[in-house]
């Protein structure tokens, strides 16, 4: 089967408020920029449109009936994937990989600055009688219990979880999309405002309006099509047993991304992704997810993650550079675009673009999302640049 390839890359927002569009015209935005990136036409050169989205953060029933129009596929296959982006972006790649599709188009957006009751919406994936009505203070509170676990596991404390926020926040300096970004030290991080214990309020990433659309094409047909293809050696994806509930959650772990990291490194042959890969963008909605991401894809020993953070291993300039965006906690979260944009600035290096914050040499990366309690679904995705993939 042929490799599939991101051809086309296109993004509006990444702002916490985008008052001046609608979730559909927000689309239709990110889709023009994609098009004009690949150089294509979307009614005479894509084959299928897959998007991205759910009902509850639309507010609208069967919201994805609003998917065609702003992508240009109106009359055209058009599917809708409820989940993460990158969950879209595999099934993209397993349509090129048929041989019927020569290009596809995936889409995801998240406009969270529309939802009036974000916290309400989180409650609803909540276990109704047991522990939807506690109502605790902060609807992602299991991210505290998160936390707490993995530093009873592996020794580490919230100065390690603060440092992750820190240099991420810092890193985003660099980066014209991150909202977030700020130059703040370990220190101030640790007395802010304490949301849910251990994490403080720049432990926890804000959220921002966002799309993004990529244009996915056949490798003989990118390679037409393109000089800076950038190509899916592999994805995964999986949901942790008993999604959904707290009793049988791993607490302080991520068994979905592993599953997931272990099915894109088969398919990519890699065996160490720490000597196969350049740099990872990588989960880090609260900062101590970043450590267990780290673990979990195994870039880091087991309990060791917080050490060689410490030891500035993951620096930009260290041995291997992780979030050189500054992530989710520079950027924000876009719900379910929230891994397409990891996926974007992964991208945006292997091209050469990612302007203040480019990596020298680099050819290879991960990808990994997940999708945040309560659902526990993960997604990883390694890449190679135009120089690897030729």
């Keep these: 089967m042929e490799r599939a390839a991101i051809i086309g890359v296109g993004w509006y927002g990444l702002r916490p408020t985008t008052p001046e569009v609608s979730f559909r015209e927000m689309v239709f935005e990110a889709a023009t920029r994609a098009y004009e990136d690949a150089g294509i036409d979307p009614r ?164 921002v309006d966002a799309a993004i659309v990529l244009v996915v094409a056949r490798e003989s047909v990118a390679k037409k099509l393109s000089d800076k293809p950038v190509f899916i050696d592999g994805i995964g994806y999986a949901t942790e047993t008993g999604t959904g509930t707290l009793e049988w959650h791993s607490w302080g ?41 780290l673990e979990e894809l195994g870039l880091a020993p087991e309990d060791q993650a917080h050490k060689l953070y410490e030891r500035g291993e993951y620096e930009l300039d260290g041995y291997y550079p992780v979030n050189p965006s500054g992530g989710s906690l520079a950027m924000g979260v876009a719900l379910e675009a929230t891994g397409l944009v990891r996926l974007l600035e992964a991208v945006l290096q292997l091209r050469g673009e990612a302007g203040g914050h480019q990596l020298d040499g680099v050819e290879r990366a991960i990808v990994a999302s997940w999708r945040g309690p309560p659902t526990t679904t993960s997604m990883v995705a390694v890449l190679s640049g135009p120089e690897m993939g030729f």
């Design 253 to 293: 772990r991520m068994p979905s991304m592993r599953v997931a990291a272990m099915t894109a490194y088969a398919q990519a042959g890699i065996g160490d992704p720490l000597s196969s890969t350049d740099f990872a963008e990588v989960e880090d909605r609260a900062s101590h997810y970043q450590l267990i991401a």
């Design 44 to 207: 005479q050169d894509v084959d299928a449109f897959l998007s991205a989205q759910e009902d509850f953060w639309e507010g609208i029933a069967i919201a994805d009936e609003f998917a065609p129009e702003p992508l240009g596929g109106v009359l055209r296959p058009t599917v809708t994937v409820a989940g993460d982006g990158l969950q879209a972006l595999a099934n993209a790649v397993m349509l090129v990989q048929t041989g019927f599709f020569d290009i596809v188009v995936v889409e995801a957006h998240g406009k969270p600055s529309d939802i009036a009751s974000l916290g309400e919406i989180y409650e609803f994936a909540l276990d109704p009688i047991h522990h939807r009505p506690v109502k605790p203070a902060h609807p992602l509170f299991m991210m505290a219990f998160d936390a707490q676990a993995y530093m009873m596991r592996t020794g580490a404390d919230p100065s390690h979880l603060a440092l992750v926020a820190a240099e991420n926040r810092a890193r985003g300096l660099r980066n014209p999309r991150a909202s977030y970004a700020a130059k703040i030290s370990v220190d101030e991080v640790l007395e802010a405002e304490t949301i849910m214990d251990p994490l403080t309020r720049y432990d926890i990433a804000g959220y």
